[in-house]
């Protein structure tokens, strides 16, 4: 198992144990129709700071230090990635 797989079923099963509660998603479609989804983890800072410390800033961070996970939509496929693009 890689070890971006393996940091990735770290936070998803600390997410999950947590009992994290998920906010409104929010959707946007680019030029080229590509779907791109936010969707907030509430109360998730300790967890999003434990795996993921140098996205302080990013698009991978709300504005209460929470984790936000995205979606895209390319081709009729959908991908995720907790750790944002």
């Known amino acids: 198992m890689s070890k971006d797989m393996a940091a990735t079923k770290n936070l998803l099963k600390e997410l999950k144990d947590g009992g994290i509660r998920y906010g ?7 030029s080229d129709g590509t779907v791109i ?7 998730s800072a300790s967890i999003k700071t434990k795996h993921l410390r ?8 709300g504005p ?9 939509q ?4 959908w991908y995720w990635n907790p750790f944002g693009w």
Do not use: D
């Open 37 to 43: 989804v936010k969707i907030p983890c509430l109360e």
């Open 54 to 61: 140098n996205h302080e800033g990013t698009r991978t961070t």
């Open 24 to 30: 409104v998603a929010q959707g946007e479609t680019l």
């Open 74 to 77: 390319q081709n009729g496929q």
């Open 64 to 72: 209460a230090n929470e984790l936000i996970i995205y979606m895209i």
